[in-house]
């Protein structure tokens, strides 16, 4: 009889945690930063470049492949792709490059903005920038 209590306290208080735990769970917009966000989250680091209309053929080239360089040279991007606006809206506002970078946590983006490599290649392209967007944002 002792063990029936037992399991039944066991199993009520297992229920009542199921319902307490999502209100212990943090939005992201109430943690501090540097805080690392849940296991099922990444850090998604948007870039989007507008080049100067008298940027060079070649020179685009060479940036595309010096950015896309970078995964094998900082290990901290989990995931990496990119691409050429084909919008169909005509909302780009001249932006024609699109980059996205993954990181796990805060603290490996914090590693690669001021890395050798992404230096190296923001000294590349600042002559040939017109404007520059970066969002970046934890998946849900």
């Known amino acids: 009889m002792k063990t029936n209590g037992i399991l ?3 199993a009520t208080a297992l229920l009542l945690l ?3 735990s999502p209100s212990l769970k943090k939005n992201h917009k109430d943690l501090p930063m540097g ?3 849940e296991q099922d989250s990444v850090l998604r680091h948007v870039v989007l470049f507008k080049f100067k209309a008298d940027t060079p053929k070649e020179k685009l080239t060479e940036m595309e492949d010096v950015f896309n360089s970078l995964p094998s040279k ?3 991007i989990a995931s990496y ?3 050429l606006n084909n919008s169909p809206e005509g909302l780009e506002k001249g932006f024609t490059h699109c980059y996205l970078v993954t990181f796990k946590n805060e ?3 914090a590693i690669y903005l001021p890395h050798v490599d992404h230096q190296a ?3 590349l392209i600042k002559p040939y920038v017109e404007d520059v967007l970066v969002v970046d944002y934890w998946t849900k």
């Open 8 to 10: 039944l306290t066991l």
């Open 18 to 20: 199921s319902f307490i």
């Open 35 to 37: 805080t690392i966000m």
């Open 74 to 76: 900082i290990a901290e």
């Open 81 to 83: 792709e990119w691409g």
């Open 107 to 109: 603290q490996d983006r």
């Open 121 to 123: 290649f923001v000294a």
